[in-house]
């Protein structure tokens, strides 16, 4: 189906970049999950990826099951290494990462779709553009 018009809804030139690059088709290969061998492995590949994001990006709302990068943030879009520092913070505080979510599930499901809609996260959308591949080192941090 065609893509509604969000660009308004986004912080600027990323946003429509994923808008232009989505209506492009422009593919990316994205490593399977099966490629990082440990968490600590998925998370240092996130943390390089979020220092390589140019300009912002979002960060998910907070959910009850799950720990997102700043607590009680609803939508708030950060710099790349604000969120870098926090995933840090997580983690050296001695909290561990049980599960990661890519970020990029959102954006495809929700946020182009229907701007930033609150339905449950977790179905796969592809293909994801290179945008959209920086986008799913964003991830949930989820203590389930």
Request: charged share 20%; net charge neutral; hydrophobic share 45%.
């Amino acid at each position: 189906r065609p893509l509604p018009d969000v660009v308004a809804y986004g912080e600027g030139c990323l946003m429509e970049a994923l808008v232009r690059e989505r209506a492009a088709g422009v593919p990316v290969a994205v490593p399977p999950r099966e490629a990082c061998a440990t968490e600590d492995d998925l998370l240092g590949e996130a943390l390089r990826m979020f220092r390589a994001v140019p300009g912002r990006f979002l960060v998910m709302p907070k959910r009850s099951d799950s720990f997102v990068l700043a607590p009680g943030t609803h939508m708030t879009d950060m710099a790349p290494t604000s969120v870098a520092r926090l995933m840090e913070d997580f983690l050296a505080a001695g909290n561990r990462i049980l599960r990661i979510q890519r970020f990029v599930t959102y954006v495809t499901n929700h946020a182009i779709d229907n701007g930033w809609g609150s339905r449950p996260l977790g179905v796969t959308c592809a293909p994801v553009t290179p945008t959209m591949a920086a986008l799913s080192a964003n991830v949930a941090l989820c203590l389930e």
